[in-house]
C-alpha cells in the first residue's frame, strides 16, 4: 500500500504506535464492504474505507489487542479470515502479511539463536 495512505492511516492509531502490517480487505456481505487492517505494535485496528475504495481511511471501525490472530486463513477460492466473529476476503497476495502478522504472536516467533555464547 502506498505511502499516502500509510500517512492517512497514522491520524488513527495511538499517539506513538508503529505500523507493523498493513492490507487491503473485504467484508464479506456488506454496503460499506471496503477496509484497510493496520497491524500495529499495540492494536489490531480496522479502518472503513468507504463504498467506493480502499484508498482513504474513513473512520475506525473496531480495535483489537495486538495478542489478537487475524488467521487462519481459509484459502479456497478466494481466500477468507475471521476476525471477532467478522468474515472479510482479501487477496492472494495479503495472506503471507496475514501469517506473518500472526507469526509474531507465537512464542516461537524466532528461530532459536545458534550461537548463543558469542
Same mark, same amino acid.
Given at each position: 500500500?502506498?505511502?499516502? !495512505?500509510?500517512?492517512?492511516?497514522?491520524?488513527?492509531?495511538?499517539?506513538?504506535?508503529?505500523?507493523? =502490517?498493513?492490507?487491503?480487505?473485504?467484508?464479506?456481505?456488506?454496503?460499506?464492504?471496503?477496509?484497510?487492517?493496520?497491524?500495529?505494535?499495540?492494536?489490531?485496528?480496522?479502518?472503513?474505507? %468507504?463504498?467506493? %475504495?480502499?484508498?482513504?481511511?474513513?473512520?475506525?471501525?473496531?480495535? =483489537?489487542?495486538?495478542?489478537?490472530? !487475524?488467521?487462519?486463513?481459509?484459502?479456497?477460492? !478466494?481466500?477468507?479470515?475471521?476476525?471477532?466473529?467478522?468474515?472479510?476476503?482479501?487477496?492472494?497476495? =495479503?495472506?503471507?502479511?496475514?501469517? @506473518?502478522?500472526? @507469526?509474531?504472536?507465537? @512464542?516461537?516467533?524466532?528461530?532459536?539463536?545458534?550461537?548463543?555464547?558469542?
Amino acid at each position: 500500500m502506498s505511502s499516502a !495512505i500509510r500517512a492517512q492511516v497514522r491520524t488513527f492509531l495511538e499517539p506513538g504506535d508503529t505500523i507493523r =502490517y498493513m492490507f487491503p480487505a473485504q467484508l464479506v456481505q456488506s454496503v460499506t464492504p471496503y477496509v484497510v487492517i493496520v497491524v500495529s505494535d499495540s492494536a489490531v485496528t480496522v479502518l472503513s474505507t %468507504g463504498l467506493l %475504495g480502499r484508498s482513504k481511511p474513513k473512520s475506525v471501525l473496531a480495535r =483489537y489487542p495486538r495478542s489478537t490472530s !487475524i488467521g487462519p486463513v481459509d484459502p479456497t477460492p !478466494i481466500p477468507t479470515f475471521t476476525l471477532s466473529g467478522i468474515r472479510y476476503e482479501v487477496d492472494d497476495e =495479503y495472506v503471507p502479511v496475514i501469517n @506473518a502478522a500472526d @507469526a509474531e504472536n507465537s @512464542a516461537d516467533f524466532l528461530p532459536p539463536d545458534p550461537l548463543p555464547d558469542l
